[in-house]
């Protein structure tokens, strides 16, 4: 009885040890492949990295030694004594030594080299290699100006062990698991050693934890403090050891460890912290800054170098002793990175985070053709047209204005925030070079230069003045300006007036978009046909066809400032209409390409009609309403644009070209109140003030095939000739020349009444 | 019993690591430029423009002093603002002269034109599109991202920077005839013969 009562005993206790080891098994086998499922697949979603344009480098480059340092700042380049290892570079008054990184771009590897620059004003003048031959051309690296972020907002720059510094792995394993050699996943020594302190302490202050146990905490498990997770912890670590090299384990652990917080993304891995911290890539970091990372390890926010210098401080030299007592480094060498700074850049000098408003026009067309799970988790590259100098300037340019305005202003504007928005391309390649998209430009949040559909005002104007050319109208064609009144539709009464409340008559095509008068641009527009204007504006690359109305003629259609330099692109490109780009291309984290925006050009305006209205708009800025541009730039920088005003003054635009640069700047305010100024008196001023910095290329008419030149009188539109007075060169497609002649114009053009051109015009056909 | 466990383990990892898959999503590769290239096809036509006659409702104003309807012949040679008789103006004609490239685009160049001849279009492209940014206005680069777009069998869009580079080369014969036979010949490849001839005839004036 007692013996069955025992035996019994022993069998349940068998089968329970059964139950027990299955189930074990079983918990095992799950664990086991949940380790190697994550381990060996895509270990970490990696965000998609953005990059601004690579700045070449070439003799005859406008670059200056400041423009470059920028750059170099923005890629942070060390500014030595001598450039001796990639990421450095050494001034001389007129010379730079540079030791590049080198990067591997989509179409090639960009080799890391040291060459000598020799600059001449503000341009390159020579490139030498260390052999003293001359460089053609190179490329620096990228600036990575953002990402796209996964919903847990976790970012980090994965790097492989042979690409972490020296000291790295010694420091790590030092101060946090000093047996991680030796041990199987979990170390009894480590935890002994805990238990003695914690105990010699009364409280807990060190867990023992390996690298290894760390990982497995934060790669696998969640977060709390549990003793379910505590145990599932040690068998997890053990497993990885088992499975995997210490190497292989260390590695992951770089590039899992979390090392900071900048906002809402979470800084992970040293690579990414690097660059957080002293903004060079991880491979140039020098022992100090190493020992500094790998002591944040401990608690990143409570060693954070910017907010607790001091802890931060205290804590790298404690690495820098463990490193010393296990015998990694020398005394002279602790010694000396204990003397260093602790060397962490401002975090708002940092190109990240800088171009909300670009970033926002990149991810939108990105996610028009990739599913957000590939953005934020394939470490996907995009390469972006974003000039990060042209940016800088832009919002400069909208920050000194506003300022001016509301200065000059403030009672009108009454405390009511001036906004702006900006777009800058280049017209030959479609280029978008910055995007502002608000006062703050940092600011993340409502994007103007996408998102304000606003009034356009007198920039319609120039699409009105093509139809009519397009349609037999002439340059010298006098057109009527004078009240009228159009019936509506819906039965309302439209009565355009002028700015001025005045009728100027009869008045020169040419010259009634140079003063950008209602009445006549009304009337001719009627003339024309509304839905001819419509056509025409669609060529020149406007998306959303716009309704018809007669108001349109003025400018009632609302457009956003992206849209208004779709239009003008177009005419500052010759009719050849360039769709917008803001990316290159994008590749996989491995540089295979993925998509490509290439060049795209279609002549949809005949050249003649957009040469015709070029010149019309050079009239705008040397002789009508935007003639303050020529108050601060340069009489020989040719430019071309025009005003805009929206109905009552709540919008002040300005549009307009250079040579190489083509801007739109409206102003406004974000509750469409009254602005105490027009286009000219505001957006105008902001885009003066952005050539001044830009210093463009001059705007140089190429004389298209059927285009002549005659002499013109402006006030009867008639032929004249160089002795005529009132008489000046307008271009004609041939054949449309007025017939009627003035008497003058036969005249021998010989003594001295001979009539000069326009100094603007002689200028426009050649730069002397 | 600890041997037991690593069987059961070993085992059950056996069958799981079939089942692991990478759950990678792979994005295909695409080059756009066809598709874009064909809807402006459709939406853009280039508008036809010989309306020598003014249109109706331009008023013309008659003035008091008599008007002569003849044109001197000798009217456009001294009218004109600049001395040269060619109808490029300004500095454009010598300064994107080839012989004066600047070393960098030559050397860009160069790149390219050994790129696409290993049929590594793509990687001639984003080259030529550096030529471009930094010499926009050198008809070569056009010319040659044409050839590439041919190479590529994008009729529309070659035929079309081509163009692009005519309205650029104004005043450069050579040029002028280089890219005039280039869209003659690809509008062949598109089977556009009279487009071809066209082309060839425009050519053929230079």
């Known amino acids: 009885m007692k013996r069955s009562w025992t035996r019994r005993l022993l069998v349940l206790f068998f089968k329970l040890t059964l139950v027990v080891a299955v189930l074990s098994a079983g918990v095992l086998v799950y664990l086991d492949a949940q380790i190697r499922l994550k381990f060996e697949g895509k270990r970490w979603a990696l965000p998609a990295k953005v990059y601004a344009r690579p700045l070449e480098l070439y003799p005859g480059a406008l670059l200056s030694r400041d423009q470059l340092k920028q750059e170099l700042k923005g890629l942070g380049y060390r500014f030595v004594r001598r450039a001796s290892e990639p990421g450095t570079v050494e ?128 790669f696998y498990l969640s977060s709390e403090r549990t003793l379910a997770r505590k145990l599932t912890e040690i068998p997890m670590a053990v497993l990885l050891d088992l499975h995997y090299g210490k190497d292989e384990i260390l590695e992951a652990y770089l590039n899992e460890v979390y090392l900071g917080q900048s906002g809402s993304r979470a800084v992970h891995g040293f690579g990414l912290a690097s660059q957080y911290y002293f903004a060079q890539p991880i491979g140039e970091l020098k022992l100090h800054q190493v020992a500094l990372l790998a002591g944040l390890v401990k608690g ?71 599913p957000e799970e590939a953005l934020s988790s394939e470490g996907l590259q995009v390469f972006t047209s974003l000039d990060p100098v042209v940016q800088a300037r832009a919002s400069a340019a909208l920050q000194t204005t506003s300022s001016q305005l509301e200065k000059r202003f403030g009672a009108k504007l009454a405390k009511k925030k001036l906004q702006s928005a900006m777009v800058v391309t280049d017209p030959q390649t479609g280029e978008i070079l910055a995007l502002v998209g608000g006062r703050n430009s940092r600011y993340q949040g409502f994007n103007r230069a996408l998102d304000a559909r606003r009034p356009i005002g007198s920039l319609v104007k120039p699409a009105v003045y093509l139809a009519a050319l397009e349609n037999g109208f002439t340059l010298a064609s006098l057109i009527e300006d004078a009240p ?39 009337w001719l527009g009627m003339t024309v046909g ?96 935007a003639r303050y541009v020529y108050q601060r730039l340069p009489a020989d920088l040719n430019v071309a644009g025009k005003t805009g005003t929206s109905n009552d003054q709540r919008d002040s635009w300005f549009a307009g070209f250079a040579g190489n640069r083509m801007a739109v700047v409206w102003m406004g305010l974000d509750d469409n109140g009254k602005l105490p100024f027009t286009g000219s008196g505001g957006a105008l001023r902001a885009w003066t003030d952005f050539m001044v910095r830009e210093q463009p290329d001059p705007f140089i008419a190429t004389q298209p095939d059927g285009i002549e030149y005659q002499w013109i009188d402006e006030a009867s539109g008639y032929l004249a000739g160089p002795r005529c007075e009132g008489a000046r060169q307008i271009p004609f497609m041939t054949g449309s020349e007025p017939l009627e002649q003035l008497p003058c114009a036969q005249e021998p053009d010989i003594g001295e009444t001979l009539r000069q051109p326009l100094d603007w015009f002689k200028r426009w056909f050649r730069q002397e | 019993m600890n041997k037991v466990k690593w069987l059961i383990a070993a085992s059950g990892l056996l069958l799981l690591t079939g089942c692991a898959a990478n759950n990678t999503v792979k994005v295909p590769i695409e080059d756009r430029s066809e598709t874009r290239a064909r809807e402006q096809q459709l939406t853009l036509p280039v508008p036809g423009l010989d309306q020598a006659e003014p249109a109706e409702g331009v008023t013309v104003v008659p003035l008091d002093t008599p008007v002569v309807r003849t044109r001197p012949e000798a009217r456009t040679q001294p ?128």
Do not use: C
């Open chain 1, 91 to 218: 001034w001389a008054s007129s010379r730079a030594r540079l030791y590049t990184r080198g990067f591997s771009f989509p179409d090639g590897t960009e080799a890391s080299r040291r060459i000598l620059l020799q600059f001449s004003g503000n341009r390159v003048a020579s490139i030498r290699d260390d052999q003293g031959q001359s460089v053609p051309i190179l490329r620096l690296e990228p600036i990575l100006v953002g990402g796209i972020y996964p919903k847990d907002n976790e970012d980090r720059d994965l790097i492989r062990l042979d690409q972490a510094p020296h000291y790295l792995a010694e420091a790590l394993v030092a101060v946090e698991d000093r047996d991680f050699y030796q041990h199987h996943g979990v170390s009894p020594r480590g935890i002994a050693r805990a238990m003695v302190v914690n105990l010699k302490a009364g409280r807990f202050v060190q867990g023992g934890s390996t690298l290894t146990q760390q990982l497995v905490k934060n």
């Open chain 1, 300 to 370: 990143p926010s409570f060693y954070d170098p910017r907010r607790h210098p001091q802890r931060a401080k205290e804590r790298r030299d404690l690495v820098l002793k463990v490193l010393h007592e296990q015998g990694a480094i020398n005394n002279a060498q602790m010694i000396r990175a204990m003397k260093q700074p602790l060397g962490v850049v401002k975090q708002r000098s940092l190109h990240k985070g800088g171009y909300p408003a670009y970033l926002d026009l990149v991810k939108r067309q990105l996610r028009e053709e990739y």
């Open chain 1, 484 to 522: 009228l009144r159009v019936t509506l539709d819906d039965g309302s009464l439209w009565q355009p007036r002028n700015f001025d409340r005045k009728s100027h008559g009869e008045i020169a095509l040419h010259r009634a978009l140079a003063n950008s008068y209602n009445q006549s641009t009304a």
């Open chain 1, 530 to 625: 509304v839905d001819s204007v419509v056509d025409t504006l669609m060529r020149l690359g406007l998306k959303e066809k716009p309704k018809p109305y007669p108001s349109l003629l003025l400018g009632a259609e609302s457009l956003s400032p992206f849209s208004v330099a779709t239009i003008y692109q177009t005419i500052a490109a010759n009719g050849f209409n360039i769709p917008m780009r803001a990316i290159r291309l994008v590749t996989t984290a491995e540089g295979e390409e993925l998509s490509r925006y290439p060049l795209q050009v279609t002549q949809s305006i005949d050249a003649r009609s957009v040469h015709l209205i070029q010149y019309a708009m050079q009239e705008v800025v040397r002789e009508g309403t």
């Open chain 2, 79 to 206: 009218d004109r603002p600049q001395q040269a008789n060619t109808r490029s103006w300004g500095n454009t004609p010598t300064a994107v002269a080839p012989s004066k490239m600047s070393p960098a685009v030559l050397a860009l160049l160069d790149n390219a034109d050994l790129d696409r001849r290993r049929g590594n279009y793509q990687s001639a492209e984003n080259t030529l599109g550096r030529a471009q940014r930094i010499a926009p206005r050198e008809p070569e680069v056009y010319y040659r991202m044409a050839q590439v777009r041919q190479k590529k069998r994008l009729w529309q869009q070659a035929e079309q920077l081509a163009l692009r580079g005519v309205a650029l080369a104004q005043g450069q014969g050579a040029m002028l005839k280089r890219l005039w036979l280039l869209i003659a010949d690809i509008r062949l490849d598109a089977g556009d013969q009279t487009g071809a001839q066209k082309a060839r005839l425009k050519a053929n004036r230079y």
